[in-house]
């Protein structure tokens, strides 16, 4: 029994001992006394250090972070341009997050001097400040980052100045449109000439798309654009010493693995999607279930060098654990499902979204299922409208954006756009894939579709059977045949006397 | 078969066995004889490699156990002063592991013959944790005997048996010295070494101090012979008398008996017996008697009489 | 006597030593015990997936059963070393050990047939999973991937290496006590310095350039690192994670290496059990 004991113990922490999330997340802190709230805390004192700003690059935007003297090592994305800023600034502890903060605004003073680069202790590479702008013409959400330097950046920050201000001129123009359209509208419902919907939608004005083209504004730092491996940097000013604390390690690192993950919008709980990195994870489903598969390109990087990119005070920790991050969406073709129908004068309202086909640098993918080894007919990305049930109805209803339109959704763009999966009980075997109009199968973009049949009720406590009934017969048999032997030994010593 | 050579055990804070030299001839029973802690279970340890020796060297059947371990572990027998079984064990069981153990072809026939000879093949499927203290020596003797050892190692076997249980023991010995076999007993139970042993060796605080046969102990402690006589009468003369006669040693009397040591060098006792007549007593009986081993053990073992060892001094 | 004989000896040996134990082990209550319980709470597990994916329906993972499967197996691997621990300790203290060892049994083949035993009952315990996991699968309707046979190939090895850490420390030990204790220390420090070391990572330092709590931390990460590399438990997760990447070099390599660190502990306990003694 002791040994039942101790084992049950050992295993539970054995087990603990494996899994990787005993670290301790940064912002929890058990001492209750000392959580104050914000305001109330304990004044804190500043005080004035060299700090290193960075502009890290995620795989989908910049992160700004900054570097205390307390942390040593800067990690970096490789072959990507990184900026890195040197500042004086002041910095305090903040005990609720337990971590160090930046008061920029009170101290932001650019340290002159050029960033030195050694790699094994040798000089490879000495980089002077310049100006730079980081800048998503799509969206900071959207579409990918672009960094300008040097005059560039200035022209680019220019260009957005002035896009900022076209869009300022559209939205006024808007909403002078739309003033003159209500009154008309009023006119012409007052004068009878309005008997349809059709006769509102024919001209009332477009508004303009919302400006997603967003900017930083022009900054100095020293962009760093280096092959994966572990540097060693430091700042030398213009008098040609190092400047305290800016000794610090420099990791590059880049992905081990790109692949293609999911956001998986299961059909009854369409708010609360899943998301599916590894390609190697099967998808667990519940049968009679539909399933809106959205891609997404993600690399997956070394967990603690890309936790201390995004968080550089983050608690170090002795793992081998790998993180997949989500980069970017595919690209939408340029092909377009959405067309003015002249002939019915119908305008659709709204922001178009091209599609249907989704594609990576030209090439379109269409999602290609596999059910006990045989090939079904490839699915198609198509745009979904989601309709709620009108009035006191709890409930919607997933339609294609093309039926959504045609039953009068007019004046929203589709919800999201996806590859559905119909998820029958009868399927087996389910994987599916992107191929491309090239034919060729993306890699990392496979996952096995497993329907569950069963629930999780008592039934499965039917596998203990197994167990108990063998110990039972084993331990039964040994018991047994030491009684018999026991009983022929009581009757042959009765015999005997 | 058994030989060692200033064989020397050291522990951090005493020295357990010194120098020990002894020697156990083939066919023989050699008996080992000490007080508690003299270093006996720690010889014994080192013969059979147990316990590594400091110094000194050892050898069994003419080699080393570094040279031949397997034969000659398969030529040894030992009955330990514990007797341990496996308690999840029958005895049936226990026998057939160590049987295995032994490579014995036939087993069965092996364990039926040997546990029908002590009596003990009735229980054989029962665990020997339900035997009485003798029935588990015995079944001690059935495993240490299922390989037909040429040498046989016992420590203590008769330790905590009651007579009967002494006297099977006693006669498996036998059996076994008849046999052939080469036998070490570790004894402090010294009647039934002096029945069995053709040879002892006394060891005290963790020397050898003696190694010889029983008489060759006894003539070494005590040269003389005893006589005891019993007489009907004792005359206040006698005592004078008997210490007059040059060959007694000594003399004690105590009532009407009287314990005589006579000069051994030849046989005195007709003198001895005209004397006493001579006094006025009369002879109801009169014997001779060996000193016992107990006597020999305890003048081998007495600090006061240390010098009596083999040219050893303390 | 030849070393070729002295070897068929000794496995002749060790093999009578393992049959006996392994009689013991499959005879006693408290393995089908430990077995049923490791099983239910893998049952418990693999339910709250199942009810997750009624309600919310779907759930993407690598695997349903991998970490049920997990649990079942690190719970009866160290059922198995903690046996092995106690066995060989408490033979040492009751003079069993001193009697097996009055006949032809040497350190090898005592140290052969007391760990062949264990880890013959565990391979036959992963027998019985895989059954009981294939039951499992047919009652939820969830079929197992073939990635799940990898992984019981791995918790054969890293199984086998904690087995041998049992085994070591009990040939090292004086008495079952000092036994229990060291291996229970042992398993508990590698979950305290983890767990140390990550909460000494959230204490910020007072000052920049000195602080014990820093030396500290870096001590402890220093430790943590080796204890990476010989814990068995993190040999089993950091294979199963490389296995659900596709890294098969990694994979071997785990495989490879909780092999010689079994090898390894097997010899040393060799030697252990020749230094320590048989006596206690």
Redesign the interface.
Known sequence: MRKFIAAILLSWLGLMSMDTDVRIVAADNHDDDKRDLPGLVDKTEKREEFVYGVNAYNGTLYQGVFHPPSVDTIYLLADTINIISPRKTLIYYWAVTNEYKADFDSMNEDIPGTLEIKLKGELVLTVEPTDYVIQYPEGITRGAAEVYLGGAAQRKYGEWEEALRMYRLDVSEYYEASRNWRTDLTERVQSGKVTSEDDVLVSQPMRPADFLYSSTKVFRGVPLNLPPGEYDIQMRNDAGKIVADSVKKLVVFQSDRVGVGYTVIPEDKWTTPEQTYNPDEMLYVRSDNTLYLDPFFESEYNEQYFTHLEAPQAPNFVNFDWKWVKEENFKISDSSKWRRSEDADVTFIGERRPGPHINDEGIAYDMQVVERDMLQNPIEFEDYMVRQNPGKALGYEILEAMEGLSQGMRDRSPDFSAFQIIVRRSIQDLEVNLQGDDGAILSGSGRTVDVVRGSGSTDLFLALILPIVLGIVMVGYRRYS?KI??E??AS??IENS | MISTRDLTKTYPEVEAVKSVTLNVQAGEVYGFLGPNGAGKSTTM?ML?????PTSGQLSLFGTSLEN????I??A???V?E?P?F?D???AWEFLS??A????IESKENRINELMENVGLR??A???PSEYSRGMRQKLSFVR?LLHKPDLLMLDEPVSGLDPHGIRQIRGLIEEQKKSGTTIFISSHILSEIERTADRIAIMHKGKLLVEDNLDGLRYSVDQSVRVNVEVSNVPETLSGVLSDIPHIVDHNIDGQHIEIRLDATSDHRAELSSAITASGATIIGMETRKASLEETFMTFTDDNVIGLSKGEAQ | ?SDT??MY?QI??AL??H??DFR?AI??PVLYIVTTISIAIGIVIIRNYLNYIESNGLYPMPDLFSFPFRWVIILTSVYLAFSAVVAIARERE???M?????????NVSYVLGKYSAQLTVYCLLIILYLICFFILSNIAGVQIPANFYMMMLLSLFTGAYLISVGVFVSTMSKSVRSATLVFITLIASTLLIQASQAWLSNIAPESDYYNPVLLLQQLLGWIQVVLTWLSPFSYLNYGVNEMLRGNMTAFLRVIGLSFVFCITFIFSSIIGLKIR???Q
């Open positions: 030491l032997h026991r022929k030994l042959a010593s | 340890a059979l490699g147990l316990v590594k031949d371990y397997f034969a572990k398969n040894i027998g030992v330990g514990n341990y496996f999840e064990m029958t592991f160590h295995d153990i032994f490579m009735q229980y499927n029962i665990r240490a | 006597m004989s002295t000896k002749q040996t009578t030593i049959r006996r013991i005879f006693g009751s003079g069993a001193e009697l097996l060892f009055y006949g032809p049994v040497d003694g048989v006596r």
